[in-house]
């Protein structure tokens, strides 16, 4: 069975960082594509940033320059660093395995 665990989130101050890890349980996780989505209250799950099996990255518009999305393989864990976190990053983040399965979700509240 798949498992996907998302940490790191968390209450921070605009202009703040926090970094998610996702990690991986009962898949290959080296030879899978991971990505990072969010979802604001009222609002459509959205993509934040994806990761190839080889590094490739992928980022929305609005987080070009402030995340970096990143893979330990050996760990099975992807990570999302947030720098200059604004209000409107707010939302439940949740990483993915792949094209389907999901993780549960870690809240990022950013707040002063």
């Known amino acids: 069975q798949v498992q996907l665990v998302e940490s790191g989130g968390g209450l921070v101050q605009p202009g703040g960082s926090l970094r998610l890890s996702c990690v991986v349980s009962g898949s290959i996780f080296s030879i899978n594509a991971m990505g990072w989505y969010r979802q604001a209250p009222g609002k459509e799950r959205e993509l934040v940033a994806t990761?190839?099996?080889?590094?490739?990255?992928n980022y929305a518009d609005s987080v070009k320059g402030r995340f970096t999305v990143s893979r330990d393989n050996a760990k099975n864990t992807v990570y999302l660093q947030m720098n200059s976190l604004k209000p409107e990053d707010t939302a439940v983040y949740y990483c993915?395995?792949?094209?389907?399965?999901w993780g549960q979700g870690t809240l990022v509240t950013v707040s002063s």
């Open positions: 990761i190839t099996s080889r590094g490739r990255t």
């Open positions: 993915k395995l792949g094209a389907s399965t």
